[in-house]
């Protein structure tokens, strides 16, 4: 695609429209604690919660892997780290393969509340979505692959042309 293509109009405003939509549905469903917050979770930050969602879908993650995963620098993510593990809601284990890495793995307890918290949210999508229309529901369904060669262009190399 040319770079004149790549800023006419109509994408610049499709462009603005989909940050504006992802702001917003990452309010909801990323970064924000949910409206019924577990006591363990009272005192995190959106980045805390990051942390827990990520390791609750691939426990066992380095902290480097983990930082790329988050796109955050190594330190910053440590520093949650340290938070999270005083909070007992991580632990750190060492590789058995290697000594110098460490793996982080949710607690009992984090992983109870972030599998309720995910209940919770999949509830809310259901009902929200049950209230659409099936026109709507349907244009939804319809945007997912597309979306998700945009979430693949923003997060790696650009997809070839053919998966367009």
């Known amino acids: 695609m040319s770079v004149t293509a790549a800023r006419d109009g109509r994408t610049e405003e499709l462009a603005v429209e989909i940050v504006e939509a992802a702001r917003l549905l990452w309010r909801v ?20 919660i990051q ?10 993650m380095s902290v480097r892997h983990a930082a790329e995963a988050l796109s955050m620098r190594p330190h910053n993510l440590s520093t949650l780290i340290t938070d999270l593990v005083g909070a007992g809601l991580i632990e750190r284990r060492g590789d ?37 229309t099936d026109v709507d529901q349907g244009r939804l369904r319809a945007a997912l692959p597309a979306l998700g060669r945009l979430v693949a262009g923003l997060d790696g190399p650009t997809p070839p042309a053919s998966a367009r």
């Open 29 to 48: 469903v990323g970064a924000e604690k949910p409206t019924a917050t577990p006591a363990a979770f009272e005192k995190l930050r959106p980045r805390h």
């Open 96 to 132: 058995p393969h290697d000594r110098r890495v460490a793996r982080l793995y949710l607690s009992q307890t984090a992983q109870a509340e972030v599998a309720g918290v995910e209940r919770d949210l999949h509830s809310a999508v259901v009902e929200v979505l049950a209230r659409l």
């Open 51 to 60: 942390v827990l969602r990520l390791l609750a879908g691939q426990p066992g």
